[in-house]
C-alpha cells in the first residue's frame, strides 16, 4: 500500500474550476495506478477517473468526460484531477485511490485510499 492524502477541495460556483492533489508517500508510487472517486450524501461511491503507472493511459466516467482530467507527476509523487465548468452534481467527497497493477474502474481494484475532500458547487 501506499499513504494519500488529498487537498484542493473547498466551494466554487456552477461553471468554475478547481484542481485536486493527492500527495502519495513512499518510493514505489510510480508502480502504482491512480484513481478518483467521489461520494455524495446517501450515494454509492463512484467512479470518476483513472490513469495508468505510466501516465499513458487514462479513463474518464461519462458524467466527466471532457471536463476533467487526470494526470500525475511521478517526481513528485502526486497526482491531480483538474475539474472545469463544474455542476451543482458535481458536488461531492472526493477520494484519491490507488493499487499496484493497472488501472481499474471499480472500487474494489484499488487498496490504498485518502481521506477525501469536499467539493461543493453551488450559487
Not at 450524501?41 to 474518464?60: C, D, H, M
Not at 517526481?75 to 452534481?89: F, G, H, I
Amino acid at each position: 500500500q501506499v499513504q494519500l492524502v488529498e487537498s484542493g477541495g473547498g466551494w466554487v460556483q456552477p461553471g468554475g474550476s478547481l484542481r485536486l492533489s493527492c500527495a502519495a508517500s513512499g518510493r514505489t508510487f510510480s508502480w502504482y495506478a491512480m484513481g478518483w472517486f467521489r461520494q455524495a450524501p446517501g450515494k454509492e461511491r463512484e467512479f470518476v477517473a483513472a490513469i495508468s503507472w505510466s501516465g499513458g493511459s487514462t479513463y474518464y466516467a461519462d458524467s466527466v468526460k471532457g471536463r476533467f482530467t487526470i494526470s500525475r507527476d511521478n517526481a513528485k509523487n502526486t497526482v491531480y484531477l483538474q475539474m472545469n465548468s463544474l455542476k451543482p452534481e458535481d458536488t461531492a467527497v472526493y477520494y484519491c485511490a490507488g493499487r499496484k497493477g493497472p488501472a481499474g474502474l471499480s472500487l474494489r481494484d484499488y487498496d490504498s485510499w485518502g481521506q477525501g475532500t469536499q467539493v461543493t458547487v453551488s450559487s
